[in-house]
């Protein structure tokens, strides 16, 4: 019998995993099934290695499918020692990491197999929102068990040897993998919302060990804090200017300057991601104009990939209790067919992840909250706790110009200016909305973390019922 210890799958979980903390479970387990000729197949551990191990001295279930077994592909005893995994994890309230190699269903296996590949989705089904759910696809992982990241929180690919797709892109009418690579890392990560982090195998650890340093292990405890030495008051100096790139703004305010940016590679015009404040894990939405050091630009609308985006984030946030932090900074809608049959349903889902989250949420106006899409972009009658704005920022519904054109329709160019003036002064400053109560306190930039801080420390201890109801019907 093969030597698991020396196989691919064993030393991808010692290079994430702390040094010797790996403890293996179910060792033993070979494929149960003898049909077609299985019993002609040495299968040690059925394929894949399941175990605990700790991860910067916290705990986590890790399993790692090894394809020198029958290329990893899923049957019955492989697909129930991931299932049982499943059930240690919840029971210990720790998150569960997957490292995906796989030729897919054992065929010969055939019903026994799919049984198996569904018996995963209802785990995973079962823990979403309990307990972190992370997936590291570091060679194939096609058809059915592609489900498998996109039923987990975050999934990392790797970027040369890992392929994630439903359909091969051979099989996709009128394309080849040459002409386009739809099983692709780079491709993934840019045109679907699927893939958190590519790479190589090495970045992938070190970034899957930032992610776990910053998520909560479960759902059943309070907001997170920790020890922080970087200066609470430490003043923001130039986040002004860098206002456009939220990424940018968001590592400025952070401790340490540190921001984990998520699905970075897809809709790029909005940002998600975690940073710490004080040592709170705090969860971010954004809107994003520019890239730092890069030519790569986005108008300032709400779209409808960006509005999905925000939304899935900001509903895992409220399952495990982190705070959420909005920058808000957009002039309307996208202007498209494409925006015409998406967005509204795209706008409702983040609408409704910002008015049923229990959790503390803030919001900074940074340049402009205009129109129906700054109110979706977490405005105060969504629920938000506190709105903070920039003393430039402008709010309302429509710049003075429209405004007056609308009002004022068939006058002279001259009163337009004048009128539009007005009624920028009156309606669309950061002193109007707050004079209406819709903005809380407008600070100076430079004071951003300090204020940041300060709110999230007093919201920490924020409580609110909820009337019973399974789920949205939206």
Same mark, same amino acid.
């Given at each position: ?11 991808? +979980? ?33 394929? +894949? ?41 919840? &029971? ?64 990392? +690919? ?77 003043? =923001? ?12 703004? !968001? ?33 971010? +939405? ?22 999905? &985006? ?6 895992? =946030? ?45 919001? !900074? ?39 007056? &054109? ?19 002064? !009156? ?24 204020? !940041? ?8 201890? &924020? ?12």
């Amino acid at each position: 019998m093969k030597n698991s210890s020396s196989n691919s799958a064993l030393t991808r +979980v010692h290079s994430l995993l702390d040094a010797n903390s790996f403890v293996e479970i179910g060792a033993g387990i070979t494929a149960r099934s003898t049909d077609f000729h299985l019993y002609e197949e040495e299968t040690p551990a059925d394929g +894949v290695l399941t175990g605990y191990g700790l991860i910067n001295d916290a705990l986590v279930y890790i399993y790692s499918q090894d394809a020198s077994v029958l290329g990893g592909a899923i049957g019955e005893m492989h697909s129930r020692k991931i299932t049982n995994l499943y059930n240690m994890a919840l &029971k210990m309230g720790a998150p569960i990491i997957g490292i995906i190699d796989c030729s897919g269903l054992r065929l010969h296996e055939s019903t026994d197999a799919l049984n198996g590949l569904g018996t995963i989705y209802q785990k995973q089904a079962f823990a979403s929102g309990v307990i972190p759910q992370i997936t590291l696809v570091m060679g194939d992982c096609g058809g059915g068990v592609s489900v498998i990241p996109a039923l987990s929180d975050f999934t990392f +690919v790797e970027e040369k040897k890992g392929h994630l797709f439903l359909q091969s892109p051979n099989t996709i009418p009128a394309n080849t993998k040459e002409t386009c690579d739809t099983a692709s890392a780079e491709w993934k990560s840019k045109y679907t919302q699927s893939i958190d982090f590519c790479g190589t195998e090495d970045e992938i650890y070190a970034e899957v060990r930032r992610f776990i340093g910053i998520l909560p292990a479960n759902n059943r405890f309070s907001i997170m804090q920790e020890p922080c030495a970087d200066d609470l008051n430490r003043i =923001c100096e130039g986040i002004e200017n860098a206002s456009s790139d939220a990424a940018l703004v !968001l590592s400025i305010i952070a401790d340490n300057y540190d921001f984990i940016e998520t699905k970075k590679e897809t809709a790029r015009e909005m940002v998600t991601g975690f940073l710490k404040l004080d040592g709170m894990t705090i969860g971010c +939405v954004a809107n994003r104009q520019n890239v730092t050091d890069s030519e790569e630009t986005f108008p300032a609308v709400l779209t409808a990939d960006g509005a999905n &985006k925000a939304a899935s984030f900001i509903k895992f =946030c409220d399952a495990f209790h982190i705070p959420v932090l909005t920058l808000s900074n957009v002039t309307g809608f996208e202007s498209s067919f494409e925006s015409e049959i998406h967005t509204p349903a795209a706008c409702a889902a983040l609408a409704s992840a910002y008015a049923s989250a229990t959790i503390p949420k803030v919001t !900074l106006i940074t340049e402009c909250a205009m129109g129906s899409a700054g109110t979706i972009m977490g405005s105060k009658s969504l629920g938000i706790d506190l709105v903070y704005a920039f003393d430039s920022a402008t709010i309302g519904s429509m710049d003075g110009t429209h405004a007056v &054109k609308i009002l004022h329709e068939g006058e002279s160019a001259s009163f337009i200016r004048q009128k539009a003036v007005e009624y920028d002064h !009156l309606y669309n400053s950061a002193a109007s909305a707050a004079s209406r109560g819709y903005v809380d306190m407008i600070i100076r930039p430079q004071d951003t973390r300090k204020y !940041l801080i300060s709110a999230f420390e007093m919201l920490a201890t &924020k409580q609110e019922s909820v009337k019973y109801k399974k789920h949205l019907s939206i």
